[in-house]
Every structure is written in C-alpha cells, then in structure tokens.
C-alpha cells in the first residue's frame, strides 16, 4: 500500500485564521466590534508560556485583540478567581482562556466555573459541556473542533462510519466523540482499561488518538484505509550526534509505521496542533457576535 495522504493541519489552519481575519475586519467595519481574546497565564511554565505567545501573536495578526494576564506561580486562588471576574465585567473581552496546567496548590474546577459561559472559548464551563452533549448551541473545545475541521475536509460526509476515540480526558477524548455522534459516526470510546484495545482500534474507519503516550498505537493497529487523527503532543529525547541529546516532538501513533497503512493521517507537529489555536480564535469571533447580538460574518 502506498504511503497515506498527508492531512496538512498547519496549512489547513493558516486559511482559516485568514478566513477569520476578513471577518473580523467585516465586523468592525459594520459594527465596530473589535473581538478580544484575554489569555490568562499562571506561573512560568515554559510549554505553557510559548503557547500562550503564540495565541496572542495570532490573535493580533488576526485583527482581534489580545489582553494578557501573566500572574505570578504563587497567587492565591481567591486572586485568580478576582482577576477572572474582571475579566467577566470587561466588555471589551468576549473570549476568556485560563492556561492549564495550575500550580498544585489552585482547583482547576472552580476556576472554570468562575469563567462567564459565554465567555469561555475554551468550551469546559460545565454549560458549554452539556450544550454539546444535548446538541445546543455553545462553544465546542477548541481541540476536538479542529479534528473535526479536518475530517471534514478529507472525508466529506461521515455518516454511518465506525469510529474510536481513544483517550476520555474532557479536553478532547469526550467532546471528540460528542462531536463525531453528531456527524452521525457510530462511536467507541476506548482508554487504558479497555480489553484487546489493539483490536477494538483496527475496528476503525476513523481512528483518534488521545493518550498522551508516544507512539503507542503502531501500524498493526490500524485498518487498512482509516483516517487517522493524532492529537498526541510528546516531548521525548532523542540521541544526537558526539553522545548530544535532543528533544523532538512525536505523537501518539507512530507515525512511520502507521503511514504505510492508513488512508490520511495527520503529522506531529503540523497537524491538529495548529487548528487549536485558530479554533480558539474562532470561537472568540463567535463569543464576540453572540454576546452584541449581531450576526456572524461570512467571507
């Protein structure tokens, strides 16, 4: 079999945020809404950090509006949840992000819940959850929209295929398949008790990987013609030249052996990664609409 199609996330999210660049600019144009993205960062975390550059950056080349909260690791969470109500009352500010992880000693929960429904462009207040779930309108995460971007646009219609998501975390692996149920899949949630889990995988015409464990899903694994989305991002070292190590990005498929077999399947790096950042501005284009009752643009 010859090598898969490649599914170009990086390319695939570049005409999108050009896309939501031409609508910002109908926006203000004909209402003078500038849509703003407040991205909230605890800490120093390094990871966290360039992503939360690289979403303000974007944001900006978007025509949007980024407003940066960088707090100190050791702020109470009596202070995060004030700097997040500020953030609510603020009506300049239509999409609000809290960087995760938190340091230890702050609740994730509460802070999510603190963050106006309307305003979460992440998709995890506990009311955007349930939204998907019963098929009402609100922000989907930002992630699993992106996977379904792309399968969109190499399948086309995916009704009535057999779908595995594998991984149940609330960031992706639920709303994943909240996400495929709707476009009519038939779906099977596996994770690290599910039996015979190679088995049940090679049972997929679509094929989402969501552990967190690098390159665990191999070629033999796969069936033959699926479409594979890899959303796993695994920072692991790799032997260099004169006994040097390095770091290099994998995901959780590999990707070699998985390539002689699969229909498409998306790279790590350059594939969902990108469409998670423009998903988040999209949705903060939506947020911005929704909360001054205008219609989305089109362009």
Known sequence: MSDAVLIDGKAFAAQLRENIGRRAAILKKQHGLVPGLAAVLVGENPASQIY?????KQTIEAGMASVGRHLPADISEADLMAVVAELNANPTVHGILVQLPLPDHIAKKPIIEMINVAKDVDGLHPLNVGALSSGEEGLVPCTPRGCMMLLDDVLGDLTGMNAVVVGRSNIVGKPMAQLLL???CTVTMAHSRTKDLPGLCRTADILIAAIGRPKMINGDWIKPGATVIDVGINRVEVQGDEESSKIRLVGDVD??????????ITPVPGGVGPMTIACLLENTLIACCRQNGVDIPEA
């Open 52 to 56: 939360v550059r690289n979403k303000e």
């Open 182 to 184: 709707a476009a009519n």
């Open 255 to 264: 990707f070699d052996e998985a390539n002689k077999v699969t229909g498409a």
